[in-house]
């Protein structure tokens, strides 16, 4: 059975830090391009991050650049969401994706339908 499980999700003061991991199991992660995305109460789901196939491309929200960064590690079949410096607006439920095969293309072009997710992981922050 093809399943993403994300995990590191929590409660967290304005301008802490979390890293969310995304872990596939029923297949390997290594030819795929994999998202982020959150969704907040009553907003609709947004993209957030996402990484190639190979790492070589990666693309952020305006939003989160320069706060967030992606990467992977296929060896351990995950990808990874750092997330520093974090604003309430922060505040969602974290879910990563198979974004296609290799590249971003599905993420960079808006699509927030896709055929596989996770169950998410819940971000707060609050003081």
């Known amino acids: 059975q093809l399943q993403l499980v994300e995990s590191g999700g929590g409660l967290v003061q304005p301008g802490g830090s979390l890293r969310l991991s995304c872990t596939a199991s029923?297949?390997?992660?290594?030819?795929?391009?994999i998202g982020w995305y959150r969704q907040a109460p009553g907003k609709e789901r947004e993209g957030v991050s996402c990484?190639?196939?190979?790492?070589?491309?990666?693309y952020y929200a305006d939003s989160v650049k320069g706060r967030f960064t992606i990467s992977r590690d296929d060896a351990k079949n995950t990808v990874y969401l750092q997330l520093n410096s974090l604003k309430p607006e922060d505040t969602a439920n974290y879910y990563c994706?198979?974004?296609?095969?290799?590249?971003?293309?599905?993420?960079?072009?808006?699509?927030?339908?896709?055929?596989?997710w996770g169950q998410g992981t819940q971000v707060t922050v609050s003081s």
């Open positions: 994706v198979v974004v296609g095969r290799y590249y971003c293309s599905n993420y960079v072009r808006g699509a927030t339908e896709y055929d596989y």
């Open positions: 029923g297949f390997t992660l290594d030819n795929y391009a």
């Open positions: 990484i190639s196939s190979t790492s070589e491309r990666t």
